[in-house]
């Protein structure tokens, strides 16, 4: 029977331990931290002390290690503290490393002699209730045993102190820790980086997305907080390098000069379309702050398309071929001040008491995704509205045009002009 009974006690007795530590779950600001007894204490009247006995003193845990040079760096600070205001708080340096390798520190190290400050050593019950990755990591807890911050070092200064003594509510940056940060994953992915991020910039440039289906642009609010972020899914070469310029150039102003424009134009054989999307289209996006200007986010998209696509995309000015629009005069511009509006089709395009800048809008991107229209330039003079009904399947063909603009009282030259361009040019290997 006795054998029996010290067997289940053998047994219950692990469990009873146990169930008396605290719990191990990590700790928060306005959490209350247990009644703990902090052990292996060096530099301090006794090596074991409980929470409690510290009478309703602030305490503030620095999370400290002997490798970490910051750390070290900032103990005759925290020193000076704790001599100034020992009375008012206890600052503990908490130390995961045994008890010998912290006694040999404060032996050794210059900046450790002479402290004031107790170090326990060998912890391990701190480090899991406050789990951080970086070090120092500075607790801040209350006369009534609550989290009041949690924060770097630096924000353990005297001002600081102060206030909280003084019973105003501290409002210091919390010092986030991303205890699951995985380094073989993308420090932006969610979930494994800080959040929120301190974030500067991030630009991506991929193939071709087929789950994503037809191609999408826009400009929405990035995923990390006061940021912009705009992006091209499934986007042409020419397509991307005219967002590059939309703001500043009508996006038919690029001049290819490569050997091979084959990657450049969709095939006008509907069947090799899907296999050229797959080789030949691209998803391009870029993050940064609200603030950054929309010129700098493109200039930053031209050199990742050019770094990335092997390209020398530049602007420049350059005599070119163009169409120039000008005045019949032997036709009147008709307009018939009813209320604006235009109509587009396959077969062409009708204005309605439009200013002729229209007019040359849809000249210069007339099916500009297939192909690079013509440059068409205004030199007609006209600043009024205009009325006027184009059918024509091609603007290509310059005397289709110039009969279709004629009967309005417009007309089409070719000429050259010196005119600002984006020139597109392959690099050498």
Known sequence: MKKRLICVMAILLPLLIYSQQPSLRSLTIGDEVPDIRLSNILNYPVSNIQLSSLKNKPVILDFFGTWCGSCIAALPHLDSLQRKFDTSVQILVVCYEPTAKIRAFLKENPKAKGLKLPFVTADSILSNWFPHRAFPHEVWIDGNRKVSAITEARHVNEANLRKW???????????????????????????????????LFQSA?????????????????????????????????????????????PGNRIILEVQDSARFVLPADAKQR???Q?????????TAPDLTPKSQLMQQMLSDLN???????????????CRILIRNEKVQV???????????????????????RTLLSHLNNWN?????????????????????????????????????????????TEEERLVEVLVLTEKTP
């Not at 940021?227 to 020419?238: A, D, M, Q």
């Not at 008709?334 to 002729?356: Q, Y």
């Open 165 to 199: 003594f003084s019973g105003i509510a501290l409002s210091l940056p919390f010092k986030y820790e991303q205890m699951k940060f995985d380094a073989g994953r993308s420090f932006f992915e969610r979930g494994n980086g800080e959040i929120p991020p301190k974030f």
């Open 205 to 249: 440039l991929s193939g071709y997305m087929t789950a994503i289906g037809g191609r999408t642009q826009g400009e929405s609010k990035g995923i990390y907080p006061g940021t912009t972020r705009y992006y091209y899914l499934n986007y042409s070469v020419l397509a991307l390098y005219r967002r590059v310029i939309e703001d500043r150039l």
């Open 274 to 276: 899907t296999d050229w």
């Open 278 to 286: 797959q080789k030949n289209l691209y998803c391009y996006e870029v």
């Open 307 to 321: 770094n990335n696509l092997h390209l020398n995309g530049r602007i420049e000015q350059k005599r070119v071929k």
């Open 334 to 356: 008709a307009n018939s001040g009813l209320p604006a509006e235009s109509h587009v089709s396959k077969n062409g395009f009708s204005l309605r008491n439009k200013p002729v």
């Open 368 to 412: 500009i995704q297939e192909r690079i229209p013509p440059i068409v330039l205004d030199e007609t003079n006209y600043k009024g509205n205009i009325d006027l009904a184009l059918q024509i399947s091609d603007i290509r063909d310059l005397q289709a045009l110039r009969a279709a603009l004629q009967p309005f009282g417009l007309d089409m």
